[in-house]
């Protein structure tokens, strides 16, 4: 029975397997929530599948059912823009249209929204699941724990952005990059650990990552009757894993060390739309040739950085203390789009370029914790997560800044009918900083050109003299705020 | 002791606060370079100065571009666009926008009170605007570049061509020395300025000017409106697309003994797309003929040679004038057009001077870029005498174009070029805007004036022929 059990959930797992970054700083699972991720030598839970999953061993067998609610007051505020900078409506006029950029902006006016602040206070609620299991082979454990947003049946909900003036022609507004604006999708992990020494143990799970290929095809019979067209439609979704590989070196009974490596890793979407259009040719001279227009759709969700990360723990009596220092490979950083922070429509210089790319961190994280009766642990745990974002003074809005996680928990065990359970409740909080970023005018795209001319007479355009802009950012904004948070769960060991 | 409670609250937050960052520089409008200004006037054409802000600003080039006023733009468009730019409410008039040209003056002075402005300085008899480069004469109106010594506005020219743009009384004064024949067929860059001064005696209406004529009533500077409308077949995506051209000419038609001969300056020309079949169509992309296409359309004449009495409902016609664009035929009339099959043909000129083959159009919308063209075309005009000021009448005509080239090349393509079956979208009307022997100030602004700004006015575009309009009264 325990065997079906666990087989089934296993199902249940990888057949719903996606994943979100929030858990990367809040915890897979209550026990891991109560110190903020940063179990590394001690104090398994099936949340180790993710913070040092070399910890598993630890574990007995057991089903537990997670909640959590994330309470978000996050805004980006926005400064006042001057008038003067808005894109006038001429711009239809001048040559603009006929330079070789691909991008060109709308008249201001004529924006689907109007710029605005960003508030982040939706609360957010996730069910969570763990399993573990050993087969009852010794010195080995099996886990998995999978999180969904209690907005389910609605499995995932993705949107994109850009991070720079194009994102005025969509939402018009600014996106918080890497915490408190996550994708509300399920998330899971699963993995193995074994003893290979008394003290000694390994542990590699895996996030399950998807890649969707779609293909969409195209034909527009009436370039003019813009709604009506024919499509045809290929997907495809291929699983991919972020590995997670993780060891725990006990050497004496009050030291214990650990290492856990984290590759690099986000949900890809190749779109690619090939159209077709109704008596529209290459320009050949000599043969007919039906021109197909390619497009290709690139798009990177929920990027997590390569991580390396050592910590060590002390046992003292009842008091136990641990302390990590994990190092974050943000450079590699893919945007929602797939770029690299520092690649834009119109590039800029090399030398400015260095300017944005997103710099290394190394994230210091500890807890500790008191065992007070047989059955009773309390936790305290903190963390510091430094911002990988360069100020961003130029043309690109990654909204970010350092953070600071605080945690409290309660474990409590206890028997019903001669069945053991335990039941865990944890409270978060992070404080992200707020950070005032003033824009470098000189940075920023001039979307109409100060030497923009009317197509119809070739005059200058003295409306286009001084800097026109519809990025969202300029001249500057504002942004902060606290994200609360609180979980508890119950644990049957089987 | 229970404030001692708050110390860890309070350092808590002094941490946070301390840990807040401030980054760049706080930005100053000061320092974003716009253009500053006082008075419309100074942000040239179809702007104005924002009186707040003291920058050049622009909220419409028509009226559409006003809806952003309306609290929903399902709302009817109750605003007009103003000659500089501002959404005004229909029916009123935008008091601060002045459009002043050609300010007389004996001293600098008459200028600053004239323009409120010390850019303005007196020469040879009118304010000229102060300038350092050509760009910045584009505010005193088409055909000014700037002086290089003097560093003021002025008409330059080098042919006669380019003054006829501010009247038929302008003609172009080279420096001395300058053949002026070999200068009109000078190569870009290597011909001789001169400038656009008024001629002695005013208009050239030629030798044979008779009184007493019936030819002679007709004579002097009139506006013309004339709209020739083509199918073009083996468009891209569209595969068919009617275009009207709808031209805006300033004509001087002076007598030949017995017979009139019109010679045209040409000041305009708006490709304007239509489908009358089709209520639901939509304009994908349209072409526009810039200023300088048009600025080297060489004089067109045509001539009437039977001439009736000048009198309400006379009847008239003129010979057909032929011309080819963007190319040098032998045999204009009969020669195959060069293609875009060979870029090469010696026949190919650069006549909008522009560096680039054929003559150069701009398309907009879903298709984008320059396309390069050498044209055929005829027009035959039949004229109907409305009254001594007013003609109007149907168009006979036919155009064959060659796309030679584009940039991006996806926009060569071969087209087909036929007739409008309609007839009634090929049309003229004429207004009259000088007599003989009236000193003449006419020019291809006014042409546009009463085209674009006078609402209902005779020359203002319809899309097709009624021959029951009446002229507005007083012009």
Same mark, same amino acid.
């Given at each position: 029975?325990?065997?079906?059990?666990?087989?089934?959930?296993?199902?249940?797992?990888?057949?719903?397997?996606?994943?979100?970054?929030?858990?990367?700083?809040?915890?897979?699972?209550?026990?891991?929530?109560?110190?903020?991720?940063?179990?590394?030598?001690?104090?398994?839970?099936?949340?180790?599948?993710?913070?040092?999953?070399?910890?598993?061993?630890?574990?007995?067998?057991?089903?537990?059912?997670?909640?959590?609610?994330?309470?978000?007051?996050?805004?980006?505020?926005?400064?006042?823009?001057?008038?003067?900078?808005?894109?006038?409506?001429?711009?239809?006029?001048?040559?603009?249209?006929?330079?070789?950029?691909?991008?060109?902006?709308?008249?201001?006016?004529?924006?689907?929204?109007?710029?605005?602040?960003?508030?982040?206070?939706?609360?957010?609620?996730?069910?969570?699941?763990?399993?573990?299991?050993?087969?009852?082979?010794?010195?080995?454990?099996?886990?998995?724990?999978?999180?969904?947003?209690?907005?389910?049946?609605?499995?995932?909900?993705?949107?994109?952005?850009?991070?720079?003036?194009?994102?005025?022609?969509?939402?018009?507004?600014?996106?918080?990059?890497?915490?408190?604006?996550?994708?509300?999708?399920?998330?899971?992990?699963?993995?193995?650990?074994?003893?290979?020494?008394?003290?000694?143990?390994?542990?590699?799970?895996?996030?399950?990552?998807?890649?969707?290929?779609?293909?969409?095809?195209?034909?527009?019979?009436?370039?003019?009757?813009?709604?009506?067209?024919?499509?045809?439609?290929?997907?495809?979704?291929?699983?991919?894993?972020?590995?997670?590989?993780?060891?725990?070196?006990?050497?004496?009974?009050?030291?214990?060390?650990?290492?856990?490596?984290?590759?690099?890793?986000?949900?890809?979407?190749?779109?690619?739309?090939?159209?077709?259009?109704?008596?529209?040719?290459?320009?050949?001279?000599?043969?007919?040739?039906?021109?197909?227009?390619?497009?290709?759709?690139?798009?990177?969700?929920?990027?997590?950085?390569?991580?390396?990360?050592?910590?060590?723990?002390?046992?003292?009596?009842?008091?136990?203390?641990?302390?990590?220092?994990?190092?974050?490979?943000?450079?590699?950083?893919?945007?929602?789009?797939?770029?690299?922070?520092?690649?834009?429509?119109?590039?800029?210089?090399?030398?400015?370029?260095?300017?944005?790319?997103?710099?290394?961190?190394?994230?210091?994280?500890?807890?500790?914790?008191?065992?007070?009766?047989?059955?009773?642990?309390?936790?305290?745990?903190?963390?510091?997560?430094?911002?990988?974002?360069?100020?961003?003074?130029?043309?690109?809005?990654?909204?970010?800044?350092?953070?600071?996680?605080?945690?409290?928990?309660?474990?409590?065990?206890?028997?019903?009918?001669?069945?053991?359970?335990?039941?865990?409740?944890?409270?978060?909080?992070?404080?992200?900083?707020?950070?005032?970023?003033?824009?470098?005018?000189?940075?920023?795209?001039?979307?109409?050109?100060?030497?923009?001319?009317?197509?119809?007479?070739?005059?200058?355009?003295?409306?286009?003299?001084?800097?026109?802009?519809?990025?969202?950012?300029?001249?500057?904004?504002?942004?902060?705020?606290?994200?609360?948070?609180?979980?508890?769960?119950?644990?049957?060991?089987? | 002791?229970?404030?001692?409670?708050?110390?860890?609250?309070?350092?808590?937050?002094?941490?946070?606060?301390?840990?807040?960052? &401030?980054?760049?520089?706080?930005?100053?409008?000061?320092?974003?370079?716009?253009?500053?200004?006082?008075?419309?006037?100074?942000?040239?054409?179809?702007?104005?100065?924002?009186?707040?802000?003291?920058?050049?600003?622009? #909220?419409?080039?028509?009226?559409?571009?006003?809806?952003?006023?309306?609290?929903?733009?399902?709302?009817?468009?109750?605003?007009?666009?103003?000659?500089?730019?501002?959404?005004?409410?229909?029916?009123?008039?935008?008091?601060?926008?002045?459009?002043?040209?050609?300010?007389?003056?004996?001293?600098?002075?008459?200028?600053?009170?004239?323009?409120?402005?010390?850019?303005?300085?007196?020469?040879?008899?009118?304010?000229?605007?102060?300038?350092?480069?050509?760009?910045?004469?584009?505010?005193?109106?088409?055909?000014?570049?700037?002086?290089?010594?003097? &560093?003021?506005?002025?008409?330059?020219?080098?042919?006669?061509?380019?003054?006829?743009?501010?009247?038929? @009384?302008?003609?172009?004064?080279?420096?001395?020395?300058?053949?002026?024949?070999?200068?009109?067929?000078?190569?870009?860059?290597?011909?001789?300025?001169?400038?656009?001064?008024?001629?002695?005696?005013?208009?050239?209406?030629?030798?044979?000017?008779?009184?007493?004529?019936?030819?002679?009533?007709?004579?002097?500077?009139?506006?013309?409106?004339?709209?020739?409308?083509?199918?073009?077949?083996?468009?891209?995506?569209?595969?068919?697309?009617?275009?009207?051209?709808?031209?805006?000419?300033?004509?001087?038609?002076? @007598?030949?003994?017995?017979?009139?001969?019109?010679?045209?300056?040409?000041?305009?020309?708006?490709?304007?797309?239509?489908?009358?079949?089709?209520?639901?169509?939509?304009?994908?992309?349209?072409?526009?003929?810039?200023?300088?296409?048009?600025?080297?359309?060489?004089?067109?004449?045509?001539?009437?040679?039977?001439?009736?009495?000048?009198?309400?409902?006379?009847?008239?016609?003129?010979?057909?004038?032929?011309?080819?664009?963007?190319?040098?035929?032998?045999?204009?009339?009969?020669?195959?057009?060069?293609?875009?099959?060979?870029?090469?043909?010696?026949?190919?000129?650069?006549? #909008?001077?522009?560096?680039?083959?054929?003559?150069?159009?701009?398309?907009?919308?879903?298709?984008?870029?320059?396309?390069?063209?050498? @044209?055929?075309?005829?027009?035959?005009?039949?004229?109907?005498?409305?009254?001594?000021?007013?003609? @109007?009448?149907?168009?006979?005509?036919?155009?064959?174009?060659?796309?030679?080239?584009?940039?991006?090349?996806?926009?060569?393509?071969?087209?087909?070029?036929? &007739?409008?079956?309609?007839?009634?979208?090929?049309?003229?009307? *004429?207004?009259?805007?000088?007599?003989?022997?009236?000193?003449? *100030?006419?020019?291809?602004? #006014?042409?546009?004036?009463?085209?674009? &700004?006078?609402?209902?006015?005779?020359?203002?575009?319809?899309?097709?022929? #009624?021959?029951?309009?009446?002229?507005?009264?007083?012009?």
């Amino acid at each position: 029975m325990k065997r079906y059990i666990f087989i089934f959930s296993l199902m249940l797992l990888f057949s719903l397997n996606v994943y979100a970054n929030q858990f990367a700083f809040q915890g897979y699972d209550t026990a891991s929530q109560q110190v903020l991720n940063s179990n590394i030598v001690y104090g398994g839970s099936v949340g180790s599948l993710y913070g040092n999953p070399a910890l598993l061993t630890g574990l007995k067998n057991q089903l537990s059912v997670n909640l959590i609610l994330n309470i978000p007051s996050l805004k980006i505020k926005l400064m006042n823009k001057p008038s003067q900078s808005n894109v006038p409506i001429s711009i239809y006029d001048s040559n603009v249209g006929n330079t070789k950029n691909n991008y060109k902006t709308l008249p201001t006016v004529e924006l689907m929204n109007k710029r605005g602040d960003t508030t982040v206070d939706e609360p957010v609620s996730f069910i969570g699941i763990g399993i573990a299991y050993n087969f009852n082979i010794p010195r080995l454990q099996l886990a998995g724990i999978i999180q969904l947003p209690i907005s389910f049946p609605e499995a995932a909900v993705l949107a994109t952005h850009y991070n720079d003036e194009r994102e005025a022609i969509f939402s018009n507004r600014l996106y918080f990059t890497r915490f408190g604006q996550w994708e509300k999708v399920a998330a899971g992990l699963l993995g193995v650990s074994y003893d290979v020494l008394p003290n000694l143990s390994l542990g590699l799970s895996a996030q399950i990552t998807i890649t969707t290929k779609t293909h969409l095809a195209i034909y527009i019979p009436d370039a003019s009757v813009q709604d009506y067209s024919l499509a045809n439609a290929d997907a495809s979704i291929s699983t991919g894993i972020r590995p997670i590989a993780g060891v725990v070196y006990r050497p004496y009974e009050w030291l214990s060390v650990g290492a856990v490596f984290r590759d690099e890793s986000c949900v890809k979407v190749d779109g690619n739309g090939e159209l077709l259009l109704w008596n529209y040719h290459e320009a050949d001279p000599y043969k007919t040739i039906p021109k197909r227009t390619s497009q290709k759709f690139p798009l990177a969700i929920s990027y997590e950085p390569r991580e390396y990360e050592v910590g060590f723990g002390l046992r003292f009596s009842r008091v136990t203390t641990q302390l990590a220092i994990m190092y974050q490979e943000w450079p590699l950083y893919r945007d929602q789009h797939n770029r690299h922070p520092f690649v834009l429509d119109s590039p800029m210089d090399k030398e400015t370029e260095k300017k944005f790319h997103f710099n290394s961190t190394f994230n210091f994280l500890s807890n500790v914790e008191w065992m007070y009766g047989n059955e009773k642990s309390f936790m305290l745990g903190a963390a510091y997560y430094p911002t990988p974002v360069p100020p961003q003074i130029g043309r690109t809005n990654y909204v970010d800044n350092d953070i600071l996680g605080l945690s409290f928990g309660h474990r409590y065990d206890f028997r019903v009918f001669d069945r053991r359970f335990t039941l865990n409740g944890a409270a978060q909080l992070f404080f992200m900083f707020k950070r005032i970023v003033y824009k470098d005018p000189k940075l920023i795209l001039d979307e109409f050109p100060d030497d923009s001319t009317t197509l119809l007479s070739n005059s200058p355009m003295l409306e286009a003299k001084g800097l026109q802009t519809n990025n969202p950012g300029f001249p500057g904004y504002e942004a902060g705020g606290v994200l609360f948070s609180i979980g508890a769960n119950l644990i049957y060991y089987f | 002791m229970k404030s001692v409670k708050f110390i860890p609250v309070i350092l808590l937050s002094i941490f946070i606060l301390s840990c807040e960052k &401030k980054e760049g520089v706080e930005v100053y409008e000061d320092a974003l370079g716009y253009y500053e200004c006082s008075y419309d006037m100074e942000c040239g054409s179809g702007r104005y100065c924002d009186e707040e802000k003291h920058i050049c600003t622009i #909220d419409c080039v028509t009226s559409k571009d006003c809806v952003f006023k309306l609290s929903s733009p399902d709302e009817e468009n109750t605003y007009d666009c103003s000659p500089c730019g501002r959404c005004i409410p229909k029916g009123t008039k935008d008091e601060r926008c002045v459009v002043i040209k050609d300010i007389r003056c004996s001293a600098d002075e008459d200028c600053y009170e004239a323009y409120k402005s010390t850019n303005y300085k007196c020469r040879k008899g009118y304010c000229a605007q102060v300038c350092q480069e050509d760009g910045d004469c584009k505010k005193s109106g088409r055909g000014f570049y700037c002086h290089q010594t003097e &560093k003021l506005c002025y008409r330059r020219c080098f042919r006669d061509l380019d003054c006829y743009l501010h009247g038929w @009384q302008y003609e172009c004064i080279l420096p001395e020395g300058v053949n002026k024949e070999e200068n009109e067929k000078a190569k870009v860059g290597e011909e001789k300025y001169g400038e656009c001064e008024l001629r002695a005696g005013g208009v050239d209406y030629g030798r044979d000017t008779n009184p007493s004529k019936p030819s002679y009533k007709y004579t002097g500077i009139w506006g013309f409106m004339m709209n020739t409308a083509v199918r073009t077949l083996h468009v891209p995506l569209v595969n068919s697309q009617d275009t009207v051209s709808n031209n805006y000419i300033l004509v001087k038609i002076v @007598q030949k003994g017995e017979q009139l001969v019109f010679y045209e300056k040409w000041c305009s020309i708006d490709l304007r797309n239509f489908n009358d079949e089709n209520p639901n169509w939509q304009d994908l992309a349209r072409m526009i003929t810039p200023e300088q296409y048009s600025d080297n359309i060489p004089i067109n004449t045509h001539r009437v040679l039977v001439v009736p009495e000048m009198v309400p409902g006379a009847k008239m016609e003129t010979d057909i004038m032929l011309e080819v664009r963007g190319a040098i035929l032998e045999n204009p009339a009969t020669d195959p057009l060069p293609t875009h099959y060979n870029i090469n043909d010696p026949r190919i000129i650069d006549q #909008d001077r522009d560096g680039k083959p054929g003559m150069t159009t701009f398309m907009l919308g879903v298709l984008t870029g320059e396309v390069y063209n050498v @044209q055929r075309w005829w027009v035959k005009y039949y004229i109907n005498v409305v009254d001594a000021r007013h003609w @109007q009448g149907l168009l006979d005509h036919g155009s064959e174009q060659n796309i030679i080239d584009a940039n991006p090349k996806s926009l060569i393509y071969d087209t087909e070029c036929i &007739k409008h079956p309609n007839q009634n979208h090929s049309y003229f009307r *004429a207004l009259k805007l000088c007599e003989p022997d009236q000193p003449c *100030a006419a020019s291809c602004a #006014d042409v546009l004036y009463h085209a674009k &700004k006078v609402k209902g006015g005779w020359l203002e575009f319809e899309w097709l022929y #009624d021959e029951n309009k009446k002229p507005l009264e007083n012009e």
